[in-house]
């Protein structure tokens, strides 16, 4: 008979590690957003998160069943993604504005826009005349006008 292993609850967000290796707990951008829920670690292990409601989990948070043990790091898992470039920097400004407009969760780069995958805007997009090509990456979108911001490598 199998025996059942049960989930690891994961309840506390901790602020260092003390060099123990940690499961590799890879969320996508949604899944960042949603601080409960039973969710598998790189390894196969189960965990229930069950973290005060707040602030979104953002790559290399630390996570533990005890207050500064932790147990796990969130990384931000591969997404389909579409990546838009144009040589003219205005007309990438205009799309993120039409974006925007739209709601659309954005990662900003300096000479490209990075969005989730969606053949509508990918249509909308390469109609516009900029270049769009697929990437399967992590997805950092930008926080927005009343959430913390980030900044990128």
Known sequence: MQQETRPLLLQHRCSSAAGEALLQLPLTAAE???????RRCS????VLLQLPRGEPLAP???????ENMPLAVVVAADEPL???????????????????NRHV??????DQLRLLADPVLEHLLGH?????????AP???ESGAYGASHSHP
Request: charged share 10%; with cysteine; glycine share 12%.
């Open 82 to 100: 579409l990546v838009v470039c144009s040589n003219d920097p205005l007309a990438l400004l205009q799309a993120a504005y039409h974006l925007g």
């Open 128 to 136: 516009r005349g900029l270049q769009v090509a697929h990437l399967q």
């Open 60 to 66: 290399g948070q630390l996570l533990g069943a005890v």
């Open 139 to 141: 997805f950092l979108p």
């Open 105 to 110: 969760a954005l990662e900003l780069q300096a």
């Open 32 to 38: 960042r957003q949603i601080c409960r829920g039973l």
């Open 43 to 46: 390894g196969g292990q189960e």
